[in-house]
Structures are given as structure tokens and as C-alpha cells.
């Protein structure tokens, strides 16, 4: 079993949609949790970082982080075609720095 | 501010030939780290840098894989000989300093080994 789970997807919503996109984990050590966006043929593009639980807002995007659950969130607002694109949620432990990945959603937005 | 600079961006090389990646990361970023990214999967850590100084090289094949970091700012990745199993995305990331957990990735390098 790997230590971050995420569905891949393919997941489709009509233009201005709310996506939600999520990731489990089973290693309680994470304490740093990023959301990453990577269009095609291009490198993961930094959307959100965290530390430990709670939310945090930024602009149209909201992560959230429940260690109790072992579960992170990522919501997009008033989707845009614009944000197909596969996420990637990754997380790290103090010390170690390297980030582990879930294989990420591919999400496409319908205009 | 200028990104995390790779190149090349793609290679096709035969099996049992050597290759090699460059990154260049963003200005003051200390560390430096390799990953690589098989199709439909999240990248995996390969290396570490922290200045000139390889931190984490615990997954990187080390019988056919070499990286270098020289002065603490550019690094090179090198995989000799390669194998058919080596073709995937090369990403090369960086991060502020010893303190941040935000890494910021380049546009990655896709090998092909036929």
C-alpha cells in the first residue's frame, strides 16, 4: 500500500463548478502538505502549502488538512477550463524535506 | 524571478548509451533536489542537494546513476549506461533554504530509451 493515496481520475465538472479533490495518507509523521497543479508536458506548479492541520484560502482555491484523519482536501471555486490539469497533493515529514507524492487527479472542466 | 531552468527538454537515446540532464535552480536556492516521474505517476525523489552537498541519495541507483553539484548551484544528472526502464520525466526542483518545505519544480527532462 502506498503512503498517499489519490484517485486518478479522470474526474469531469461543468465550468464553475466546485471541485473537490483529496488525498489519504497513512504515515503520521507528515506534517507539511502541498498542492501541486502539472498541465501536460510541464513541471508540477506550486498552488498551496500548509503546515500541520487547518485551512487556508487562496483566491479561488481552499486546502484543508485533517492529521486526524489522515486526509487533505484541495477546492477549486468557479472552476475555468483553464484549471484542467492533473493535481498532485504531496507531503513531507520534519527532517527528511523530500516530498511524497499520490499519483494525482486528472481533472477535466467542461465549458 | 526567473525558474527552475532544465534542459535538455527531451532525449532519445539507445539502450547502453550514457546521458545527462542539466538544472539550473532559482537564484538562491540552496537546495537542489533530482526526482523522477514515471506516466501516470507522482515524481520520486532520486537526490538531494543541500549546497554542494548530497543529503539524500538513499533511492538513487547508484550503479548507473551519478549526479553532481558543483559549487552549490548548478547540478547534473547522468545515467550510464541507460536502460529501457530509465524512459520518464527527469524533474529538477529547489528550495529556498535548510528552513522551507516549498519546492518549486522545472519543466523536467523526458528521456526515451528505445
Known amino acids: 500500500q502506498k503512503e498517499v493515496e489519490q484517485d486518478p481520475g479522470p474526474l469531469s465538472v461543468p465550468e464553475g463548478a466546485i471541485v473537490s479533490l483529496n488525498c489519504t495518507y497513512s504515515?503520521?509523521?507528515?506534517?507539511?502538505f502541498m498542492w501541486y497543479r502539472q498541465y501536460s508536458r510541464k513541471g508540477p506548479e506550486l498552488l498551496m502549502y500548509?503546515?500541520?492541520?487547518g485551512n487556508k484560502e487562496d483566491g479561488r482555491f481552499t486546502a484543508q488538512v485533517d492529521k486526524s484523519s489522515k486526509y487533505i482536501s484541495l477546492f477549486i471555486r468557479d472552476s475555468q477550463p483553464s484549471d484542467s490539469a492533473t493535481y498532485l497533493c504531496?507531503?513531507?515529514?520534519?527532517?527528511?524535506?523530500?516530498?511524497?507524492f499520490g499519483s494525482g487527479t486528472r481533472l477535466q472542466v467542461q465549458p | 524571478e526567473a525558474g527552475v531552468v532544465q534542459s535538455p527538454r527531451y532525449k532519445i537515446i539507445e539502450k547502453k548509451q550514457p546521458v545527462a540532464f542539466w538544472c539550473n535552480p532559482i537564484?538562491?536556492?540552496?537546495?537542489l533536489y533530482w526526482y523522477l516521474q514515471n506516466l501516470g505517476q507522482g515524481p520520486e525523489l532520486l537526490i538531494r542537494?543541500?549546497?554542494?552537498?548530497?543529503?539524500?541519495d538513499s533511492q538513487l541507483p547508484k550503479d548507473r546513476f551519478s549526479a553532481e553539484r558543483l559549487k552549490g548551484v548548478d547540478s547534473t544528472l547522468k545515467i550510464q549506461p541507460a536502460e529501457l526502464g530509465d524512459s520518464a520525466v527527469y524533474l529538477c526542483?529547489?528550495?529556498?533554504?535548510?528552513?522551507?518545505?516549498?519546492?518549486?519544480f522545472g519543466p523536467g527532462t523526458r528521456l526515451t530509451v528505445t
Open positions: 526542483a529547489s528550495s529556498p533554504g535548510t528552513v522551507s518545505y516549498e519546492q518549486y
Open positions: 504515515n503520521s509523521a507528515f506534517q507539511y
Open positions: 500548509t503546515y500541520s492541520s
Open positions: 504531496a507531503m513531507s515529514g520534519t527532517g527528511r524535506r523530500a516530498l511524497t
Open positions: 537564484s538562491g536556492h540552496n537546495t
Open positions: 542537494y543541500e549546497n554542494e552537498e548530497a543529503v539524500d
